[in-house]
Every structure is written in C-alpha cells, then in structure tokens.
C-alpha cells in the first residue's frame, strides 16, 4: 500500500509538472493494476477465513457471508 501510495503522490507530481500525459497514464495504468492484485488479496484472505469459517459453521450467518463476498467480486469485476 505504501507503494501505490508514492506512485499515486508520483502521478500527482508528474501532473504538477506537465509531464508527457502518455508517461502520467502508463503509471495510472501500473496502479490501478497495483490496485487491483491488492484487492484479489484481500478477498482471497477473506473468503479463506471469514466466508469458510461462516460456511463450517453453518446457518444464516453462512448466507448472509457468501452474499457479502458474491457483492465484493461484483463490485470488483464492474471496476
């Protein structure tokens, strides 16, 4: 995270500075992809603790995890 965060702070200087906007997008391109693998991370871990302890368990609380994390992956895949 704090590597997207200085390539963020490093796209906000390359605007400030007028730099070739072909150079600005490839690095938007790098941490929207940098983004994006954290993203995968996170809801792999969450669908490897929370989802799978909530199915071993049972009930609504089940349901209600499968639905939370079927929304995440939606919400991912639109983006």
């Not at 704090?2 to 070739?20: L, N, P, T």
């Not at 690095?27 to 995968?40: D, P």
């Given at each position: 995270?704090r590597r997207?965060e200085?390539?963020v702070?490093g796209?906000?200087?390359?605007?400030?500075?007028?730099?070739?906007?072909?150079?600005?997008?490839?690095?938007i391109?790098?941490?929207?992809?940098?983004l994006?693998?954290v993203?995968?991370?996170?809801l792999e871990?969450?669908l490897?603790?929370?989802?799978a302890?909530a199915?071993a368990?049972?009930?609504?609380?089940a349901?209600?995890?499968?639905a939370?994390?079927m929304?995440?992956?939606r919400r991912?895949v639109?983006?």
């Amino acid at each position: 995270m704090r590597r997207i965060e200085g390539q963020v702070r490093g796209i906000q200087k390359m605007v400030e500075d007028e730099k070739y906007c072909i150079d600005i997008l490839t690095q938007i391109a790098a941490v929207q992809s940098a983004l994006e693998n954290v993203g995968l991370s996170i809801l792999e871990d969450h669908l490897s603790h929370c989802v799978a302890d909530a199915a071993a368990h049972g009930g609504t609380l089940a349901d209600d995890k499968l639905a939370e994390a079927m929304n995440a992956i939606r919400r991912m895949v639109k983006s």
